[in-house]
């Protein structure tokens, strides 16, 4: 390709330097020379084109090396996603099987210590009526035995019915006081067991958030995400049945 524009640089030189014919524009040029230079022209060409065919032809080559391995390296990367992707996934479901079997363990042992405790306080709370019953109870009788001693007595008969009466109020007061002071520690336990159990809920409640929130890259490139948030979703209802 060179000696081509070699050539043709010649010929121009031939033409810019050839002496001019006198009130005309052409030119006289030296035969021999200019053919010459078209020879040398014509037997460059067809080597050079070869050349220019070869080098397209080598690129097309490389061109269909270079798909072929990138269309390979695609294929390789599609498959090691896959791969990773359904490892995540199993992953995944074991430990959403984990935090679940987990949760429903915490959930089985708050229902048994709410059952104890809600026994314990009931028992407490008829202990603590039937004493206050008895008190009542031996109140009246006390204050019944102190009126029929004293009735025989004129002078002290309305101070007697007085002491009587309070007496009586004093034991109703007492029994009122004890069924109050035993609805009021009822309250205070069970109130005690529902903060444990929301605070166990609530921390159940967060892992399984991180999790969902770890795996949300992994299923918004195949829709999985709305089946793993159906799943999440079922927790909250089964805890709060």
């Known amino acids: 390709m060179y000696r081509v524009f070699e050539a043709l640089d010649e ?9 001019g014919v006198p009130m005309t524009t052409s030119c006289v040029v030296p035969r021999g020379d200019v053919l010459e230079l078209l020879d040398d022209i014509r037997e ?13 032809d080598h690129r097309d080559q490389l061109v269909n090396d270079a798909t072929e391995e990138a269309e390979k390296a695609r294929t390789e990367a599609q498959t090691e996603a896959d791969r990773v992707l359904a490892e995540a996934r199993e992953q995944a479901q074991q430990m959403i099987a984990e935090a679940e079997h987990e949760a429903e363990r ?23 009526a039937e004493a206050g019953r008895q008190s009542y109870d031996r109140a009246i009788v006390d204050g019944r035995a102190e009126q029929q001693r004293l009735v025989s007595e004129h002078e002290v008969t309305a ?25 009021s520690y009822v309250d205070t336990a069970l109130a005690e067991f529902t903060d444990t159990l929301e ?7 967060r892992h399984r ?8 890259g992994a299923s918004s490139r195949d829709g999985s ?3 793993r948030s159906d799943d999440g979703a079922r927790w909250p209802d089964r805890a709060s049945a």
């Open 11 to 19: 010929l121009v030189t031939i033409c810019e330097e050839a002496r």
């Open 44 to 56: 460059a060409i067809p080597g050079e084109l070869d050349d220019a065919q070869d080098v397209l």
């Open 106 to 128: 915490v959930v089985s042992r708050g229902r048994r210590e709410y059952a104890d405790l809600t026994d314990r306080a009931a028992a407490e709370a008829d202990r603590m």
């Open 159 to 183: 101070a007697a019915r007085d002491e009587a009466g309070r007496i009586v109020d004093r034991a109703a007061d007492d029994a009122h006081r004890a069924r109050t002071d035993c609805d």
């Open 199 to 205: 605070s166990v809920l609530d921390t159940v409640g």
């Open 209 to 216: 958030h991180q999790l969902r929130n770890g795996q949300v």
């Open 225 to 227: 995400s709305d089946d």
